[in-house]
């Protein structure tokens, strides 16, 4: 059994700085692709940034790259979100994603992923 679990979401300004973490029990850690998305009220999900397991590549949303930094931490069985710059926008449900090995084309897809946690909110407002 595989849970994945996010945290530190919260409130913020615009402009400010959050770091989510997502904690990963149960299978082999290294050997998951990982991904973040979000989803925002009425909209679709949708992919934020996600590594392979061998974590050298991070691909990120045009929308995030820049401001977002995502790192992997096997050891911890971890994967972190660094969101600086933080614009109202960005105001979403964030949800951390594991699988095994998803391919390259394939790791914008929400529906590539079998493993989720519950989500943690971020809102940016002044």
């Known amino acids: 059994q595989v849970h994945v679990v996010e945290s530190g979401g919260g409130l913020v300004p615009p402009g400010a700085s959050l770091r989510l973490s997502c904690k990963v029990s149960g299978g082999s850690f290294n050997q998951y692709t990982m991904a973040w998305f979000r989803q925002a009220p009425g909209k679709e999900r949708e992919f934020v940034a996600g590594?392979?397991?061998?974590?050298?590549?991070?691909y990120y949303s045009d929308a995030v790259k820049g401001r977002f930094t995502m790192s992997r931490v096997n050891d911890e069985n971890a994967v972190y979100l660094q969101m600086n710059n933080l614009e109202h926008e960005d105001t979403a449900v964030y949800y951390c994603?594991?699988?095994?090995?998803?391919?390259?084309?394939?790791?914008?897809?929400?529906?590539?992923?079998?493993?989720w946690g519950r989500g943690t909110q971020v809102t940016v407002s002044s």
């Open positions: 994603a594991a699988n095994g090995r998803i391919m390259r084309s394939d790791l914008r897809q929400a529906s590539k992923y079998n493993y």
């Open positions: 590594n392979r397991r061998s974590g050298d590549i991070t």
